[in-house]
């Protein structure tokens, strides 16, 4: 059973910054991707930023303000919020796309999502 578990999330001032952690657990082959998105009130979900072995990506409403980081000893990843404003309000969600073995296909996993609210 994988399960995704969310923290960091709160209320803060326009101008600061939060961390959002997702930690994975279970009995996982490999981690292949993992990402955060969002999803603010009456608006689609998108997403944020991503990583992988590859490097990481980043929508460009958040670049240079937002750092995805992961640490594989521990299946977590990060995201690190700076300079916040209030249009960065929503719902954050973590995602993975994991393996259960070498030839097990992927799986995509969702994390319950955790909130923050950018507002003075």
């Known amino acids: 059973q994988v399960q995704l578990v969310e923290s960091g999330g709160g209320v803060v001032q326009p101008g600061g910054s939060l961390r959002l952690s997702c930690t994975v657990s279970g009995t996982i082959f490999s981690i292949n991707a993992m990402a955060w998105h969002r999803q603010a009130p009456g608006k689609e979900r998108e997403l944020v930023a991503t990583?992988?072995?590859?490097?990481?990506n980043y929508a460009d409403s958040v670049k240079g303000r937002f750092t995805i980081s992961r640490d594989n000893a521990k299946n977590t990843v990060y995201l690190h919020m700076n300079s916040l404003k209030p249009e960065d309000t929503a719902i954050y969600y973590c995602?993975?796309?994991?393996?259960?073995?070498?030839?097990?296909?992927?799986?995509?996993?969702w994390g319950q999502g955790t909130q923050v609210t950018v507002s003075s």
């Open positions: 990583i992988t072995s590859g490097g990481t």
């Open positions: 995602n993975v796309v994991l393996q259960f073995g070498s030839q097990y296909p992927l799986y995509n996993y």
